[in-house]
């Protein structure tokens, strides 16, 4: 693993970081809106006072703040991996490049001791979970990990509520920012109550979960910005028809999410990509602002 001179300087004056992940890059948007949004991001969190960390794998490196080059690098590789956290080593073994996934964005944030990452929406428990048993590993991947994730709930693609069920399960604590609802993704409605707070709540939950050797993270849900969301309704709309479709074409596995956002984008005309790009950079300001709570405080 090669953390970056920015990042060791940071981690060494307990400058707030944000750790950001890849698959945006790799797996999530087209060249060129992928490297664009990536930097962008990383600008949203520099101007909030904070330190961007984006962390994938290029040529079997795990990297801890990939620079400009290295993200425009791994988003033009041919062949590149979506790994999740089991995934990990055999990219690495293998010296291959792979963009990171929640789970394994987390576990590698965790390593390097950056206590907080800004994501768009983590995986969950997918529709028709009684036929196919697909649930991503984000869910327990968070349940053993000590930090803070900001994301847009869960995109509408997945059962939400049993989503949330598993997350409680696990021992996940999910929390609203300014809210009381939890998000879904280009909603910011689904009709489930979560508890509001801000971010220093949120960095003083940490602080007391540390005290107590509480296991699991925090993830706190962000809704996307009003002037970016799409109806639930119209999204429904949107999913049920992406969803025919995926079983016409028999796609299973990691397939199935790319699959869905792509047709989705397709029925949106475009305007999903754009909500996306908006409630990324929505996550990492949020999530900026959580870091440097916890830095200015000691409160980790």
């Keep these: 693993m090669r ?24 797996h999530g948007m ?51 991996l979506k790994v999740s956290t089991r995934e990990i080593p055999l990219a690495v073994a293998q010296g291959l490049s792979a963009g990171t996934t929640v789970s394994a964005t987390s576990f590698l944030a965790e390593k390097a001791n950056i206590k907080v990452f800004a994501t768009g929406g983590i995986g969950g428990v997918h529709r028709e979970v009684n036929e196919t048993f697909d649930i991503s590993r984000d869910l327990d991947e968070l349940a053993e990990r000590n930090i803070v994730v900001v994301s847009s709930g869960v995109k509408s693609i ?10 409680e399960t696990k021992g996940v604590l999910v929390l609203g920012y300014k809210t009381n609802e939890f998000p879904t993704f280009y909603s910011r409605k689904s009709g489930l109550k979560i508890d509001p707070v801000d971010e220093s709540v949120v960095a003083k939950v940490l602080r007391i979960k540390n005290i107590y050797g509480i296991k699991g993270a925090i993830l706190v849900a962000n809704p996307i910005p009003e002037n970016y969301e799409i109806p639930y309704e119209t999204m429904e709309r949107w999913i049920n028809n992406a969803l025919l479709e995926l079983k016409k074409n028999k796609i299973t596995g990691k397939g199935v999410t790319p699959f869905l956002l792509s047709k989705i984008f397709e029925l949106s005309e475009g305007k999903s990509l754009e909500a996306n790009i908006a409630l990324i950079k929505n996550n990492a300001y949020v999530a900026s602002l959580i870091a440097k709570e916890i830095a200015s405080n000691g409160l980790d």
């Design 3 to 26: 953390i970056s001179d920015r990042i060791l300087t940071a981690l060494k004056n307990g400058d707030p970081i944000v750790a950001l992940e890849t698959t945006i890059v790799t």
């Design 30 to 80: 087209p060249y060129p809106q992928n490297v664009e949004t990536a930097i962008s991001v990383e600008k949203t969190v520099i101007e909030t006072g904070a330190t961007p960390a984006t962390i994938g794998i290029l040529d079997g490196v795990i990297i801890i703040g990939l620079s400009p080059d290295e993200i425009e690098a791994l988003a033009k590789k041919e062949t590149v």
């Design 158 to 167: 997945l059962d939400v509520q049993k989503t949330i069920e598993y997350l």
